[in-house]
């Protein structure tokens, strides 16, 4: 070995040696706060960390990003992860394309844009031109386009955005014909979207917030407004809002034939209470349909006077009904297609007489051709074991359907239903030998004997040898579902011999609403068991130790991690706890957290949610003298969905109680929100930071 590669080596060494000494964090801000729940007293001492705004808790955010950056940096599987990230992720990536008003549009990233281009074609398969670019309306990628909605004559299109990953929205309108931007412009409008009738579009919004408090501040009393084009928003009507319940949801949609319009109340339980108005008929006022907001009831078309809605109600695994606007109340709504033992996702009208329903067995889709009277008529074969979903017309013959599997990425197909045969329209080139890899779903028992699948992706040949590096990921929540998918964020984890695990969870809405429910309030504990049984099950069936075991997840999956870090530190490696709901007794308090509460319940509900929250939450149940994981915990300065002192107050507790000498780090991203809209680049940094890390406290090296 030559002078210089001696020295590195023991530079390397010296690198390594210092890190893996105890670190000295920074002191955060504290107090002597002690809340009261139903007699019993609970400390909160890092409570000045709720002020994003206080001096003291900007320089902790400060001297935690040096310390963190500090010891990312120092590690060479994260710059080498980082060079195969860009590697991976750069390749074309086409969406499913769509008709709108004679033109067709479709969404592409040529390789490593930070935001998918919209563009438009004069017909299908067209010269592609661009129609809207959001990578122009930033330096650097913040700015995300959320959606996009034409008006009804097609004159006009209205594109919402969103700044740092706020859920702030903004909405602009452009003039179709021409692209030019028109003066029309919408602040702090929140979950809308733009929904035209005649000159102007309905929008909910709140409130300005007080300036400071933008990011934190409690969201209430969400209004409707109607824009109409031409005049500022200081001149917009007020429509709807309901100041007896200010703490649920109110938006507004109008079918495409401006006949009927629909306004949707949400937040006070599982579902949502539905009304229809008839706007053919001159002051009509809205007609309640729906009663019962346990449950989700969806318009997905309207034809004539009827109104075909997707539900879950007295149907668990969903089914669609048919209403009629002359007599629009639940009990008057007849069946088109029953519920059946897997869980229909989805429904796409077509051809003008016949439907596509996607269905979920065992998180895994299916896909059926159906005509309008509800009869089942074939199957859609599928390239694969994966998940797909459909896009089309009723007025339109041409129907597409992405596809996509842990190891395959996102492929475009066009279906064409007289045939049954499906043709590929855009397949993506991805510098990454996905034969080599394969995927396979196994089950196994939970703590109380549930059946629980577990799908596992990996390179093809391992070995079990019970040290095989695992990260396994979950969420188990709100009905949500993860569907397999192509990530190229996982690649290089997978190219160097690890294992990617997806735990279905109790809580998710893979097996419908029993399994939702049986993972929610004082059931919570039973998405935990869950992923705990699954990581004993790996090191038992040999796949992999304790040494070697990582486990992520984001959001309800932060606290799925948090969770299970804390009751069973024993079990991992490594702890990625991502944007986590950490604690369980204020997080009502904060901006929309209190439409959590029919998942979670609250600390303010009775004395027995009080005392079941706390026995789970993750910032209470950290204890001193307990050595736990390596963790990286993760937020974000714009993060108004869970906003960061839940990461805050999480990582200052842990790192002030942590026994052992692995690491507590906390990655705090700033012009960044809870994750949707992320650019690109911004994607590949967190990421190779989160992958180095687990690598280097696995020993594992980049191939």
């Known amino acids: 070995m030559n002078k210089n590669l001696l020295f590195a080596a023991a530079m390397a060494m010296t690198a390594t040696t210092a890190m893996a000494q105890k670190l000295k964090y920074p002191e955060a801000p504290h107090d002597n706060t002690v809340d009261t729940y139903f007699g019993e007293k609970v400390a909160d001492p890092f409570r000045p960390l709720e002020d994003d705004n206080s001096e003291a808790t900007s320089k902790w955010v400060k001297e935690e990003n040096a310390l963190t950056r500090s010891y990312l940096d120092k590690m060479p599987q994260r710059s080498q992860y980082l060079k195969r990230l860009k590697e991976v992720s750069n390749y074309e990536k086409v969406y499913t394309p769509f008709e709108k008003h004679g033109k067709w549009y479709v969404y592409r990233n040529n390789g490593l844009q930070n935001q998918a281009v919209l563009y438009q074609m004069d017909k299908l398969g067209g010269e592609q031109r ?173 034809i004539g006077d009827s109104i075909y809605l997707f539900t879950n109600a007295g149907a668990e695994n969903n089914r669609i009904m048919v209403a009629d606007i002359h007599h629009p109340g639940y009990q008057d709504w007849k069946e088109l297609v029953p519920q059946s033992d897997d869980v229909l996702d989805g429904v796409t009208f077509i051809g003008g007489d016949k439907l596509v329903l996607t269905y979920t067995k065992d998180n895994i889709s299916e896909a059926f051709l159906y005509n309008i009277n509800g009869q089942r008529l074939s199957e859609i074969k599928l390239p694969g074991v994966g998940s797909a979903s459909f896009s089309g017309k009723r007025e339109h013959p041409e129907c597409f359907y992405s596809y996509t599997s842990y190891t395959v990425p996102n492929t475009i197909y066009q279906y064409d239903y007289k045939t049954g045969k499906s043709t590929v329209y855009s397949q993506p080139k991805v510098n990454f030998r996905t034969s080599d890899y394969t995927s396979e779903m196994q089950f196994y028992t939970s703590k109380d004997g549930t059946r629980i699948p577990i799908f596992l992706t990996y390179k093809k040949g391992l070995k079990r040898n019970g040290k095989t590096p695992v990260l396994m990921y979950g969420y188990g929540g709100f009905n949500v579902t993860y569907p397999p998918y192509f990530s190229a964020m996982r690649l290089p984890f997978l190219e160097s011999g690890g294992i990617y695990a997806y735990v279905v969870l109790r809580g998710g809405g893979e097996y419908g609403e029993a399994w939702h429910l049986a993972g929610t309030k004082m059931q919570k504990q039973n998405v935990f068991d869950d992923f705990i049984s699954a990581a004993e099950w790996l090191i038992k069936d040999n796949y992999t130790d304790k040494d070697h075991l990582a486990i992520m997840g984001g959001s309800n999956g932060g606290l799925l991690v948090g969770a299970c870090m804390t009751q069973r530190p024993d079990l991992y490696k490594v702890c990625i706890p991502e944007v986590g709901v950490m604690d369980m007794l204020r997080y009502h308090k904060f901006t929309i957290g209190w439409n959590w509460a029919p998942d979670y319940g609250t600390s303010d509900d009775s004395k027995e949610m009080f005392e079941y929250l706390k026995g789970y939450s993750p910032l209470h149940n950290i204890k001193k003298g307990v050595s736990y994981p390596a963790t990286l915990v993760t937020t974000a300065d714009h993060d108004d969905r869970v906003v960061p002192a839940h990461s805050f107050k999480f990582a200052a507790t842990l790192q002030q109680d942590q026994a052992g000498s692995a690491p507590v780090l906390i990655r705090i991203d700033s012009k960044a929100g809870h994750g949707g809209g992320k650019p690109l680049s911004k994607q590949m940094e967190e990421n190779a930071d989160i992958y180095g890390f687990i690598m280097y406290q696995m020993g594992m090296k980049v191939k």
């Not at 014909?177 to 005649?198: E, M, N, P, R, S």
């Open 130 to 302: 661009v129609f809207l670019d959001p990578n122009k309306l930033s330096t650097d990628g913040t700015v995300a386009l959320k959606s996009i909605s034409f008006s009804n004559d097609g004159k006009y299109l209205a594109y919402v955005i969103s700044r740092n990953g706020s859920d702030w929205e903004e909405i602009y309108v452009k003039d179709v014909a021409t692209g030019k931007l028109l003066d029309d412009h919408i602040v702090w409008a929140k979950f809308t979207d733009a929904a035209w009738q005649g000159d102007g579009f309905y929008y909910s919004a709140y409130d300005a917030p007080e300036q400071g408090h933008e990011t934190s501040a409690k969201n209430s009393i969400q209004k409707v407004y109607y824009h109409k084009l031409g005049t500022p928003q200081s001149q917009d009507v007020l429509f709807y809002q309901n100041p007896a319940y200010p703490l649920r949801f109110y938006g507004v949609g109008v079918n495409k034939e401006e006949t009927m319009m629909f306004l949707y109340e949400s937040g006070m339980d599982q579902g949502l209470n539905l009304y229809v108005r008839d706007l053919r008929q001159p002051n009509s006022q809205f007609i309640q349909m729906t009663g019962d907001a346990s449950k989700n009831y969806s318009p997905i078309e309207t």
